[in-house]
């Protein structure tokens, strides 16, 4: 029988290539286990108030939640996506959380995310904060490192990119282009003034931070460069990716798209323990994972842009295994809900 499903926290409305690779994912497992998404609830909106999600709870078999980077610190957003869980219960459906970054919660959050089935985090840290609340959760790698980039016949050449963390990211591309890499931006921003503005702010929370020249300069320029040096189709940019000799990011999916890659990185810490804590269930040197834009010198690009010891081969079997896990993951979801 086809299982009809609702997927919560869709992400791709983020115009992002490493959340557009983890809804793809979603899509091709469950096509693959016949389940079938009957609605879906963006990320960004209250699932809870859409008319076409609250009708297939009554009519659908199960609701998945991918839980990316949202359920951390007890934020709302992680919170009204934890309510899932319960409110599936309360219809006789199965839950499933997948995908999920969890980091400093509450008890509260805890006993919502036991009414779930089968809960996947994304990294040890989680897994290891979670194992010691007596909660044991599968630990799959983020969903787009099951996107397989094409291969190049040569690397050349150091590419990077932002930070979800403005201040972090304006640090890093000013060190960047002192070191003359080159930019391979991951979000897609619109041309919309508006959006343009929202972007050229995120540098430094204070508006007036925009009346210091020297800052106004760098955040316009990083804007600038952003939108003119994006690349719109997914494909090709990961394909760059797998080209690049070194590539250097404070954003955890491109990280991601590095290693589904092979490609030799250095990322600086974001928002949350995932990026150390990938790196580490990689089998890659603690040094690659930077805490301050400052570290990186042409010594560091130098050392950073060959693997060292076993990393390749502990990298190669870290993807090998974590794609089985997304296959299982989602064949393990098509047969309890229907055992269920």
């Given at each position: 029988?086809?299982?009809?499903?609702?997927?919560?926290?869709?992400?791709?409305?983020?115009r992002?290539?490493?959340?557009?690779?983890?809804?793809?994912?979603?899509?091709?497992?469950?096509?693959?286990?016949?389940?079938e998404i009957?609605?879906?609830?963006?990320?960004h909106?209250?699932?809870?108030?859409n008319?076409a999600?609250?009708?297939?709870?009554?009519?659908?078999?199960?609701?998945?939640?991918?839980g990316?980077?949202?359920?951390?610190?007890?934020?709302?957003?992680?919170q009204?996506?934890?309510?899932?869980?319960?409110?599936?219960?309360?219809?006789?459906?199965?839950?499933?959380?997948?995908?999920?970054?969890?980091?400093?919660?509450?008890?509260?959050?805890?006993k919502k995310?036991?009414?779930?089935?089968?809960?996947?985090?994304?990294?040890?840290?989680?897994?290891?904060?979670?194992?010691?609340?007596g909660?044991?959760?599968?630990?799959?790698?983020?969903?787009?490192?099951?996107?397989?980039?094409?291969?190049?016949?040569?690397?050349?050449?150091?590419?990077?990119?932002?930070s979800?963390?403005?201040?972090?990211?304006?640090?890093?591309?000013?060190?960047?282009?002192?070191?003359?890499?080159?930019?391979?931006?991951?979000?897609?921003?619109s041309?919309?003034?508006?959006?343009?503005l929202?972007?050229?702010?995120?540098?430094?929370?204070?508006?007036?931070a925009?009346?210091?020249?020297?800052?106004a300069r760098?955040?316009?320029?990083?804007?600038?460069?952003?939108?003119?040096?994006?690349i719109?189709?997914?494909?090709?940019?990961?394909?760059?990716?797998?080209?690049s000799?070194?590539?250097?990011?404070?954003?955890?999916?491109?990280m991601?798209?590095?290693?589904?890659?092979?490609?030799?990185?250095?990322?600086?810490?974001?928002n949350?323990h995932?990026?150390?804590?990938t790196?580490?269930?990689?089998?890659?040197?603690?040094?690659?994972?930077i805490?301050?834009?400052?570290?990186?010198?042409?010594?560091?690009?130098?050392?950073?842009?060959?693997?060292?010891?076993?990393?390749?081969?502990?990298?190669?079997?870290?993807?090998?295994?974590?794609?089985?896990?997304?296959?299982?993951?989602?064949?393990?979801?098509?047969?309890?809900?229907?055992?269920?």
């Open positions: 029988m086809t299982i009809r499903a609702v997927l919560l926290n869709d992400t791709r409305i983020d992002h290539h490493g959340c557009t690779s983890v809804v793809a994912t979603i899509d091709t497992l469950c096509a693959a286990n016949d389940i009957v609605a879906r609830s963006t990320a909106s209250d699932w809870r108030a008319p999600v609250a009708a297939a709870f009554e009519s659908a078999d199960c609701v998945i939640v991918n990316e980077g949202t359920i951390h610190h007890d934020r709302p957003a992680g009204i996506l934890l309510e899932a869980g319960p409110r599936a219960k309360d219809h006789g459906k199965m839950a499933f959380l997948v995908n999920s970054t969890w980091q400093a919660n509450s008890a509260e959050s805890l995310l036991q009414a779930f089935d089968i809960v996947s985090v994304r990294e040890s840290a989680s897994e290891a904060e979670l194992n010691g609340l909660f044991a959760p599968r630990r799959i790698p983020d969903l787009a490192l099951y996107h397989r980039p094409s291969t190049a016949e040569a690397r050349d050449g150091i590419a990077y990119c932002d979800v963390q403005g201040p972090k990211a304006l640090a890093l591309y000013r060190r960047m282009w002192a070191l003359g890499a080159d930019p391979l931006p991951i979000v897609q921003l041309r919309r003034p508006i959006e343009l929202r972007w050229l702010k995120r540098y430094d929370p204070s508006i007036s925009l009346l210091r020249p020297a800052h760098d955040a316009l320029r990083a804007t600038v460069q952003d939108l003119n040096r994006q719109a189709n997914r494909d090709e940019f990961t394909a760059r990716v797998a080209a000799e070194l590539i250097v990011t404070g954003r955890f999916h491109m991601i798209f590095a290693l589904g890659a092979m490609t030799p990185l250095l990322a600086l810490g974001s949350t995932k990026i150390e804590a790196l580490r269930d990689a089998g890659l040197e603690p040094w690659r994972a805490a301050d834009a400052a570290e990186l010198d042409d010594d560091l690009l130098t050392r950073a842009a060959r693997w060292h010891g076993e990393e390749r081969e502990n990298l190669a079997r870290f993807v090998a295994q974590g794609r089985a896990a997304m296959e299982q993951l989602f064949a393990d979801i098509a047969a309890q809900t229907r055992s269920g």
